[in-house]
């Protein structure tokens, strides 16, 4: 291949993964969802347009989403708990079902197709997405979060579907609390720091599904790419916390109309690479 093109191909990655990160930092602090809704879809166009190949491109999106929101998820838990608004009884609860979740999905993706990864996403993003827009009032399964056994599977479960949709379990966490009373402000607080218990086990199960892999991209380690990693992860830290400003400073329905759409945008953008 024509060096020049390389060249040219790789700033042109460069520019789209930099756009990436400013906008997955803001929507981390906004959503609390860490960012990987938007890295994985751009990063898996953007290495099929290098020509890499289908069999790992989803892979690599997935495992580099995880290691590039691990520092976002961590300041914007960290802003979100200086406001109070982070429910840390569910932190606790969850800081062994969530990360056995997460184990799980890791050696999961490994025999999962990229096809089927994509699946995987558009589905959920999608049941969620209308859950959100058209949310009502009455729609709730009980007034408080459960306790016990129903709640340590629920975190497991949330940390096995974020995995293999390359989120910090935002959309999943979200969802859990909201449905049972909670705050929109506190949902999408705790949910920051959910993300941390899933993104540090993803990115070390996605390291390890993915050694030895062949047709990966330049400075990969396993299915986490280091160029991604590099460019992303800075830009998404500085806009975290404008985030987290601009997220108390909206209407809960705002939040949860907002999410929403995000959600189906990207649940629409994978099912089309289906076809």
Known sequence: MDPSIVFSDLVTLALALAVTGLIAGLLAGIFGIGGGGVIVPVMYQALGILGFSPAVTM????????????????????????????????????????????????????????????????????????????????????????????????????????????????????????????????????AAGVGILIAIPGTLGYIAAGWGAEGLPPFSLGYVNLLGVAIVMPLSLLMAPLGVRIAHAMTKRQLETGFGVFLLLMSARFAYSLL
Do not use: C, K
Request: charged share 10%; no cysteine.
């Open 59 to 190: 892979h690599v999106a997935l495992g580099s989403a995880l290691a590039i929101i691990v520092p976002t998820s961590i300041r914007s838990f960290r802003a979100h708990r200086a406001r109070g608004a982070v429910d840390m009884a569910i932190i606790r609860s969850w800081l062994i079902p969530v990360p056995v979740g997460v184990a799980l999905a890791s050696f999961v993706a490994a025999y999962v197709s990229g096809a089927g990864l994509r699946a995987i996403f558009a589905a959920i993003a999608f049941i969620v997405a209308l859950r959100l827009i058209f949310n009502r009032e009455s729609w709730r399964l009980g007034t408080e979060v459960p306790h016990g056994p129903v709640r340590a599977f629920v975190g497991g479960a949330i940390g096995f579907l974020s995995t293999l949709m390359g989120i910090g379990g935002g959309v999943m966490s979200n969802t859990f609390m909201t449905i049972y009373g909670r705050p929109i402000h506190q949902a999408v607080a705790t």
